[in-house]
C-alpha cells in the first residue's frame, strides 16, 4: 500500500515557476513508478510526466516538454515536478500516482492516488 501526499501548488503569474512535491508513505518508493496527471476543470485528467524508480527513464506529454522536470529523491520518499515558463493553460489539479509495475501515460494503470494540489497561473 502506498499513500501519496501532493504539496507546493499555488498562484502564480505567466512565465513564473512552481515546484510541486508528491511525499510517499506506507512504503518506500525506491522501486515504485510515478506519474503526474492533471484535470483542469470541464477537463479530463491528463498525463503530465513520469519517472522510473530510478529516476533514470522519464517522460513527458508534449505539452510541457522542455517546461517541465520531473525528478525523484527516493531518500526522501519524494517526487518533484518543476514547473517553469508556466502558461494560463497549466492551470489544474495535479495529481501524483503510483503504481508497482507500470510506467507510462495511461492512467488507468496507475493503483494509488493522491488528492492534488491545486495550480492556478494567472495571464
Known amino acids: 500500500q502506498v499513500q501519496l501526499g501532493e504539496s507546493g501548488g499555488g498562484l502564480v503569474q505567466a512565465g513564473g515557476s512552481l515546484r510541486l512535491s508528491c511525499a510517499a508513505s506506507?512504503?518506500?518508493?525506491?522501486?515504485?513508478?510515478i506519474g503526474w496527471f492533471r484535470q483542469a476543470p470541464g477537463k479530463e485528467r491528463e498525463f503530465v510526466a513520469a519517472?522510473?524508480?530510478?529516476?533514470?527513464?522519464?517522460s513527458y506529454a508534449d505539452s510541457v516538454k522542455g517546461r517541465f522536470t520531473i525528478s525523484r529523491d527516493n531518500a526522501k520518499n519524494t517526487v518533484y515536478l518543476q514547473m517553469d515558463s508556466l502558461k494560463p493553460e497549466d492551470t489544474a489539479v495535479y495529481y501524483c500516482?503510483?503504481?508497482?509495475?507500470?510506467?507510462?501515460?495511461?492512467?488507468?494503470?496507475?493503483?494509488?492516488w493522491g488528492q492534488g494540489t491545486q495550480v492556478t497561473v494567472s495571464s
Open positions: 500516482a503510483a503504481d508497482l509495475h507500470y510506467f507510462g501515460s495511461y492512467e488507468n494503470k496507475y493503483d494509488y
Open positions: 506506507g512504503r518506500t518508493i525506491s522501486n515504485v513508478f
Open positions: 519517472i522510473t524508480w530510478s529516476g533514470g527513464t522519464t
